[in-house]
């Protein structure tokens, strides 16, 4: 399946890591550890620099054979990485789940939201996706938000299914957007 390296907004480019990318990865969640401490895992095993670099190796190895798309977000203005996507694949049933995160002082700017709104584009008419899903707990406000903004339907809230790194029991929800909804 011929998948680009990148997706071009108007603010950033959403592109694959690239080999030495580990470094700036490395900085951009040390920097935003407590921003970022709840909701991605890998602040709390990316220790050192080269842990950053085999996380980006990885993510290398895992776009080329289309297991799961982790692009970085790039803020085209100042060439800064600022954030990430992933998109974990379903190919036998085209579904497609998309999580995100951006750094603290680029949040309420609108850059998830943009970074978002190209992958559902990209996955709907270049791949011929049925669905997209967004999961997120309950008490993520802001990843509610980027959901409903982006015309995800809340489908399910799941009791009391998912746990904050710090073990404290959260609902799930799970947002879908389908095919039909975006042709509209």
Not at 29 to 38: A, V
Not at 68 to 93: A, C, D, F, H, Y
Request: net charge negative; hydrophobic share 35%; proline share 2%.
């Amino acid at each position: 399946m011929d998948i680009p390296d990148g997706l071009d907004t108007q603010r950033l480019l959403i592109s694959k890591y690239e080999n030495g990318d580990g470094e700036e990865f490395f900085q951009l969640i040390r920097s935003n550890y407590d921003h970022l401490q709840e909701e991605l895992g890998e602040v709390h095993t990316i220790k050192t620099i080269e842990d950053a670099e085999d996380y980006v190796r990885q993510k290398r190895i895992a776009w080329l054979s289309r297991e799961r798309l982790v692009p970085k977000i790039v803020e085209k203005s100042t060439g800064r990485m600022i954030g990430q996507l992933w998109i974990e694949p379903n190919w036998g049933r085209m579904i497609f789940e998309i999580g995100y995160f951006v750094e603290a002082k680029s949040q309420g700017k609108g850059y998830i939201s943009e970074a978002v709104k190209k992958a559902i584009e990209f996955l709907f008419r270049e791949l011929g996706a049925n669905k997209l899903e967004i999961h997120t707990k309950a008490t993520n406000l802001k990843s509610v938000a980027v959901a409903e903004r982006c015309g995800f339907t809340k489908e399910a809230q799941l009791r009391e299914s998912g746990r904050t790194n710090e073990g404290k029991v959260v609902d799930m929800l799970i947002f879908g957007l389908l095919q039909s909804d975006y042709s509209r």
